[in-house]
């Protein structure tokens, strides 16, 4: 099991927070969508990705500082805060296809920190590929970090976080893949994604790691996040084709509820429900949602909690808050002000002329509509992005890693 014994070196992990559906009309939407940029610099790190499939911020050095680790196609990186010097740790096997994710934890229980790790990513390949395991940290974090597998083949296994899922005190390693084993396309609807707990043993080097199936009856699942409860324990909150659900799992009886709160987009697969989510903070009783919709799609989009209890437990009302965009791929809820309520920043992986991809903020108003700023257009394509505090000032960067563009920036306010 895997104590939660550092949560100061962690930021960009999503942290939980405590716990019906219309669109803004065209004019009203275009008039929330508008604003200056505002006070913000860009800064291009010393750094070219091929694909830079996912970005954390932990202080690996343990000097206090966040450094950036990055999970490119064929390696993984780190950049030391602030001279950001890049460190290889992890040059991926030649009989693996790309790194595609990663979830820091101290695996072995050694003071240090550790990555989970999904690679062999090979998104149509239901059959078989895709590799579970993770990489332990030398006593030097700045050298090669050692690779062991946990499970080979897990079919495309896409997303992770560890979690204290059955609410023991000690962490899980969440693992979504993006569709269900043997299912088939176009639509993928056939078989339903097997969601999984790995357990690590006394010994994680040597001891196999059970595997727990969470049953979920939910399809392409593209993107997921850990809501912290109160005490020992965590929810899930998951984006998939049926939309936004929050799994919640019974210590006792081991049971898992399945909420509902938001629809996604009503149509027909592939270009349906939900792909990205992220729970963000309107009061300190109400929360809201995001995400990106369809799967892989041009819509932002969030579901704000009514805040009446009689509505509680229906659907969330969705609102769509910019269309103006191709293929969103990013979704980060933080407070950038001194307001009660977080802010929302989008990462746009794609161009669509005449709008360009990039980082948008999105501020809501006293009128619930969201206020929208561009940050360098066109500068990042977007496939990932965390925010931290990496300067120590009190205010939190935001961290992209791109695409097409091969490159990673860290916008800052001036």
């Not at 200056?36 to 202080?59: M, N, Q």
């Not at 987009?265 to 729970?279: D, F, M, N, Y």
Request: glycine share 10%; proline share 7%; hydrophobic share 40%.
């Amino acid at each position: 099991m895997i104590k939660r014994n550092l949560p100061s070196l962690f930021s960009g992990i999503l942290f939980g927070i405590p716990w019906f559906g219309f669109q803004l009309p065209p004019s009203a939407m275009a008039q929330a969508l508008e604003s200056p940029s505002g006070a913000w610099k860009a800064t291009v790190l010393p750094i070219e990705l091929e694909v830079g499939y996912a970005v954390r911020a932990i202080d690996l050095s343990r000097d206090g500082k966040l450094d950036i680790a990055i999970v490119d196609s064929k390696r993984i990186v780190w950049l030391e805060n602030p001279t950001w010097k890049v460190h290889t740790i992890f040059q991926t096997p030649a009989n693996y296809a790309d790194n595609v994710c990663f979830a820091p934890s101290d695996i072995d229980g050694d003071g240090d920190i550790d990555f989970g790790i999904g690679t062999d990513w090979q998104p149509n390949n239901t059959q078989s590929g895709g590799a579970v395991g993770w990489l332990e940290s030398p006593a030097d974090p700045r050298g090669m970090w050692t690779y062991r597998p946990i499970l080979e083949p897990e079919p495309t296994a896409h997303r992770m976080h560890f979690a204290d899922w059955d609410s023991d005190g000690s962490d899980e390693l969440i693992v979504a893949p993006l569709k269900g084993p043997k299912s088939t396309g176009p639509k993928f609807e056939d078989v339903p994604v097997r969601l999984s707990a790995f357990i690590p043993g006394k010994n994680p080097r040597k001891d196999a790691w059970a595997n727990r199936t969470i049953e979920v009856p939910l399809f392409v699942m593209h993107n997921f996040d850990v809501l912290k409860r109160s005490g020992k324990g965590a929810d899930l909150i998951t984006a998939s084709f049926q939309g936004v659900h929050i799994l919640s799992r019974d210590p006792q009886s081991g049971s898992v509820a399945i909420r509902r709160i938001g629809s996604g987009l009503e149509a027909q697969a592939p270009a349906k429900g939900s792909s990205e989510v992220r729970l963000g903070k309107l009061t300190s009783e109400r929360r809201f949602a995001a995400t990106i919709e369809p799967w892989h799609g041009n819509q932002v989009v969030v579901y704000e909690e009514p805040g009446s209890k009689d509505d509680a437990q229906g659907l969330w009302p969705r609102k769509v808050i910019d269309a103006e965009l191709k293929w969103g791929h990013a979704v980060v809820t933080v407070n950038l002000d001194s307001d009660p309520e977080d802010e929302l920043a989008i990462g746009v992986r794609d161009d669509a002329a005449p709008h360009r991809c990039g980082v948008r903020l999105y501020d809501r108003q006293g009128d619930g509509s969201w206020k929208r700023t561009l940050l360098e257009p066109g500068q990042v394509a977007v496939e990932d992005m965390v925010s931290a505090d990496l300067d120590g000032d009190g205010n939190p960067e935001l961290i992209a890693v791109g695409r097409a563009t091969h490159n990673a920036v860290v916008y800052s306010r001036d």
